[in-house]
């Protein structure tokens, strides 16, 4: 079967940085996605990788090891108002999109 | 900025009452997507539209059916609702002729009593 694993929380501090783990066993693979939920809000997209390597976006950055099936998002010089949710999902042989269940982000002061 | 408007935020409705959630997107956007989320689990789509007139079965498409009789709105109906499809309904939407970048909606929180 298909699966997306993500660590259900983590708890980091304001200012520091914080890496969020994904690992994935699909029917292919055509690219990975990390999205933002804030609570009682919409996800929105955060990155997306389809080869090899770290893509970085301002703070945040993405990795992806294919052969590994693993994936991480970043995350620098956190801010209170990146306490979120951050889904990790994986378009699979057909274009469509598996989901993990999501990673509770809380910042401490 | 594209802009994916669903029509209610939060709803109650009684066991075996027919509900509508609607989902309008604005870009011309040739995809659109209802999801379901629910705690503890990652999102499952119940139903997707590549076209208009056309739609495809997702992952958990049992007592939901869609409607897109335009490009811009896509249509989910619970044909009579039950407890267990109390949960985030979320509209999506996206440009490429795969899955791409997605465009969510607010989400519908529905409650079936």
């Known amino acids: 079967g298909q699966n997306i694993d993500q660590p259900t929380e983590m708890t980091a501090t304001e200012g520091a940085i914080v890496q969020i783990n994904c690992t994935y066993q699909?029917?292919?693979?055509?690219?990975l996605f990390w999205y933002q939920q804030h609570a009682g809000e919409a996800p929105t997209f955060l990155s997306y990788?389809?080869l090899d390597g770290l893509e970085e976006k301002g703070r945040f950055s993405s990795f992806l090891s294919r052969s590994k099936g693993y994936s991480y998002l970043l995350l620098k010089e956190l801010q209170m108002k990146d306490s979120a949710s951050y889904l990790c999902a994986v378009q699979d042989s057909n274009y469509q999109l598996i989901w993990g269940a999501g990673t509770k982000l809380i910042i401490k002061p | 900025d594209v802009k994916v408007t669903q029509s209610s935020r939060y709803l109650v409705k009684r066991t075996g009452e027919k509900v509508f959630l609607e989902c309008v997107q604005d870009m011309d956007h040739e995809n659109m997507f209802w999801y379901r989320q629910d705690p503890g689990l990652g999102l499952r789509l119940i139903y997707f539209s590549y076209d208009v007139k056309m739609k495809e079965k997702g992952d958990i498409p049992e007592g939901y059916s869609v409607s897109r009789e335009k490009k811009e709105r896509f249509s989910l109906i619970l044909e009579s609702a039950s407890t267990n499809q109390t949960s985030m309904y979320l509209c999506?939407?996206?440009?490429?002729?795969?899955?791409?970048?997605?465009?969510f909606g607010e989400g519908s929180r529905l409650t079936v009593l």
């Open positions: 999506a939407s996206s440009l490429g002729t795969d899955t791409g970048e997605l465009f």
């Open positions: 990788n389809v």
């Open positions: 699909t029917s292919g693979f055509n690219g």
